[in-house]
């Protein structure tokens, strides 16, 4: 029998409904209270509140928990209750400076605890199972979800609603019938440093290009401290008139841009000029790969935090970029 720690954050999955909505009001132990019983679990409340609530602060002791957990001898492997709107961007910090091979595994709910057709039970039940899979050893932080578990990498939330609302990562497993099927396991690359307390006020921005776009907003973030700014362009990574003597300037100004797509699926792929990618690029925007700009902010924050160069960044995206899954059996 493996032994689970469950780390509790908030979220729907703890959700009570109000006259003023939803809220986040369950503590862990009240989660954990309907588990099967086939693994041993403790529990920990790290935070309580619904995951757009949270600040960077926040999951910088979320991050200090799972790792206090996983160092210790008589855990298996970890379970972080989680809100959905943000739970990519937990885990995947999470997954950047995760280095122990004790699986850790994200999970929540779409409807809450009060809800007669609450899915937290059961996604709760499922991570677990994760959780204390030997075959899951060294696949990192993973989420758990509707029966589906996915790379955290790469993953992001596609639908407000659904009851299986995340997609995008490399699926590792999933449930047939209660049982843990394996058929991918992540490639993953040496861990980050943990966040200190410099991560908590670090400041990226996310500019998102449409239509008719000005960089007006991306040079006030430069202007105003940002320490660095997340560039959403349209298609493959492209954006209008003004960006790339924007994107210039930054990166003459020591803000590092990082160039991604507002395209849910798909990478960063620079084959247009006046103004597309490949003049973004020779302007020093940094090709942001495969990863969303959610979590290209993220390890931004991570990085320029630590501190870290616009040379660095670049490494850690050009090595993070090839990581992808192979066949699992």
């Known amino acids: 029998m493996a032994h689970i720690r469950i780390l509790a954050t908030g979220g729907t999955i703890a959700s009570r409904s109000g006259q003023d909505g939803a809220s986040s009001a369950e503590r862990a132990e009240k989660l954990a209270a309907g588990l099967s019983g086939r693994h041993s679990y403790s529990t920990q409340d790290v935070t309580n509140a619904n995951s757009y609530q949270l600040r ?16 210790d001898d008589g855990v298996d492997g970890v379970v972080v209750t989680h809100g959905t709107d943000t739970m990519e961007e937990t885990a995947f910090l999470l997954d950047l400076v995760h280095e122990s091979p004790k699986p850790v595994v994200f999970t929540g709910a779409q409807r809450p605890a009060d ?29 758990c979800f509707a029966g589906q578990i996915l790379a955290a990498r790469g993953t992001r939330k596609l639908h407000t609603l659904a009851e299986s609302p995340f997609g995008g990562g490399v699926p590792v497993a999933h449930f047939v ?12 690359q040496a861990p980050l440093p943990l966040p200190g307390e410099d991560f908590d006020n670090a400041r990226v921005e996310i500019i998102e290009c449409a239509l008719g ?4 907003l991306f040079s006030y973030a430069v202007r105003s401290g940002a320490n660095a700014v997340v560039l959403a362009g349209t298609g493959t990574g492209n954006a209008g008139a003004g960006f790339t003597e924007a994107v210039q300037d930054a990166v003459h100004a020591g803000c590092p841009v990082i160039l991604c797509s507002r395209v849910p ?9 006046a103004g597309g ?40 995206l050009t090595t993070g970029a090839s990581r992808g899954g192979q066949g699992g059996g």
């Open 277 to 316: 990618g490949v003049s973004l690029v020779r302007a020093g925007a940094i090709p942001g790969g495969d990863l969303g700009p959610s979590q290209a902010r993220m390890l931004a924050a991570l990085l320029t935090s630590l501190p870290a160069t616009q040379d660095e960044i670049l490494q850690a």
């Open 56 to 71: 960077l602060g926040d999951i910088r002791l979320i991050a200090e928990a799972v790792h206090a957990a996983v160092a």
């Open 177 to 188: 019938a209660g049982t843990l099927h394996v058929t991918a396991l992540p490639v993953r």
């Open 115 to 143: 809800s007669k057709v609450a899915d937290g039970p059961g996604n709760l039940e499922d991570a677990v199972t994760a959780a204390a899979a030997p075959r899951l050893r060294g696949c990192g932080v993973l989420i």
């Open 213 to 216: 776009t000005t960089p007006e």
């Open 265 to 273: 699926a798909g990478g960063v792929v620079p084959a247009y000029g």
